[in-house]
């Protein structure tokens, strides 16, 4: 066999099997190694909106002064019970979710004088259950919070509500009544929107 047909031989076999080597899949890169778990740490966050009228307390300050005490509990509790025993970590979380329903309640409590501030009234009672109307103080809402049964109301002076009496007609007056009633509901929702929002950014 000369040279000749040497090379047309090879050549044949190279074409023969050029379509097995094109169906052959591609080399696969090596699998990624999965990446660790991201560290967020707790942020505290400490806020405040100035209403422009100094006398009416804004829902949304207010909420932002909500979460600010919020945050402070958490990021300061967080770390301290890493690697706690099942039980420390369960009076922990108890304890928390104590504090975040009495700051809530608080919020709801002061949603209602949001409201008697835009119609001018900056004084006020506090009534829990049964007993008599108090002057109205950030303490005695406060230790009243703590209790989540316990029932309280805001409501103004007897001065005041006489005034809102003459001030509005029957109709007028069912309205501000009712704005009142609505004042704590609504805090609650402008907190538990910022709060949601410090959930999904795993700020909490």
Request: proline share 7%; glycine share 6%; aromatic share 10%.
């Given at each position: 066999m000369n040279l000749k047909a040497i090379g047309i031989a090879l050549v044949a076999a190279f074409v023969?099997?050029?379509?097995?080597?094109?169906?052959?899949?591609?080399?696969k890169p090596p699998p990624a190694e999965p990446a660790g778990k991201t560290k967020l740490p707790s942020t505290v966050e400490f806020s405040f909106v100035v209403p422009v009228l100094h006398d009416v307390l804004d829902p949304v300050g207010l909420a932002r002064f909500q979460l600010s005490l919020e945050s402070l509990l958490h990021?300061?509790?967080?770390?301290?019970v890493r690697g706690a025993p099942?039980?420390?970590?369960?009076?922990?979380f108890a304890g928390v979710l104590l504090l975040d329903r009495t700051v809530a309640k608080m919020g709801h409590e002061?949603?209602?004088i949001a409201v008697f501030n835009r119609a001018g009234y900056q004084d006020f009672l506090l009534t829990v259950g049964r007993q008599s109307p108090e002057p109205l103080t950030f303490s005695e809402v406060f230790i009243n919070s703590l209790v989540p049964q316990r029932h309280m109301a805001v409501q103004l002076?007897?001065?005041d509500a006489q005034d809102?009496?003459?001030r509005?007609?029957?109709?007028e007056f069912a309205e501000f009544t009712a704005l009142s009633y609505a004042g704590g509901l609504n805090q609650e929702q402008v907190?538990?929107?910022?709060?949601?929002?410090r959930v999904l950014r795993r700020q909490f």
């Amino acid at each position: 066999m000369n040279l000749k047909a040497i090379g047309i031989a090879l050549v044949a076999a190279f074409v023969a099997a050029a379509p097995a080597w094109a169906r052959q899949d591609p080399p696969k890169p090596p699998p990624a190694e999965p990446a660790g778990k991201t560290k967020l740490p707790s942020t505290v966050e400490f806020s405040f909106v100035v209403p422009v009228l100094h006398d009416v307390l804004d829902p949304v300050g207010l909420a932002r002064f909500q979460l600010s005490l919020e945050s402070l509990l958490h990021g300061t509790l967080d770390d301290s019970v890493r690697g706690a025993p099942a039980f420390v970590k369960g009076s922990f979380f108890a304890g928390v979710l104590l504090l975040d329903r009495t700051v809530a309640k608080m919020g709801h409590e002061y949603g209602h004088i949001a409201v008697f501030n835009r119609a001018g009234y900056q004084d006020f009672l506090l009534t829990v259950g049964r007993q008599s109307p108090e002057p109205l103080t950030f303490s005695e809402v406060f230790i009243n919070s703590l209790v989540p049964q316990r029932h309280m109301a805001v409501q103004l002076e007897e001065d005041d509500a006489q005034d809102a009496m003459s001030r509005y007609s029957p109709r007028e007056f069912a309205e501000f009544t009712a704005l009142s009633y609505a004042g704590g509901l609504n805090q609650e929702q402008v907190h538990l929107n910022l709060y949601r929002e410090r959930v999904l950014r795993r700020q909490f």
